[in-house]
């Protein structure tokens, strides 16, 4: 799994000519990919998302807002099948959130039960 993180601002900021590069790294992102690709979502950005957690001192769930976090916000995912780190690094060079030093990518193994 990629997750993408970047600053909601600076994302909020980019032009039409931009985003229009954006999304051209991801087309090539996916057309690299291919077939491997399961899924690939933007994510609203906040105020869109919510934590839910158990409160120590209330009893059933609550929740705040914005998601809280040091990476920036998550902006979006992609789910592909890899054999290893490598079949994974290769098309995620594509994407644009390399190119800004606002944004990130974390690639992460899934966990796969029975």
Do not use: C
């Not at 869109?48 to 998550?74: F, I, Q, S, Y």
């Not at 190119?99 to 990518?105: G, I, P, R, V």
């Amino acid at each position: 799994m990629i997750l993408i993180y970047g600053d909601a601002g600076q994302w909020d900021a980019m032009s039409e000519e931009q985003w229009k590069a954006h999304n051209t790294g991801h087309a090539a992102f996916v057309d690299e990919a291919g077939a491997r690709v399961h899924d690939g979502r933007q994510l609203e950005t906040a105020p869109g998302g919510h934590v839910v957690a158990r409160g120590r001192e209330r009893p059933g769930p609550h929740h705040r807002r914005p998601v809280p976090g040091d990476r920036g916000r998550l902006g979006g995912y992609y789910l592909l099948d890899a054999a290893d780190l490598d079949e994974v690094l290769e098309p995620a060079g594509l994407l644009s959130e390399l190119n800004h030093t606002h944004s990130a990518l974390e690639i992460r193994p899934v966990v796969e039960h029975g």
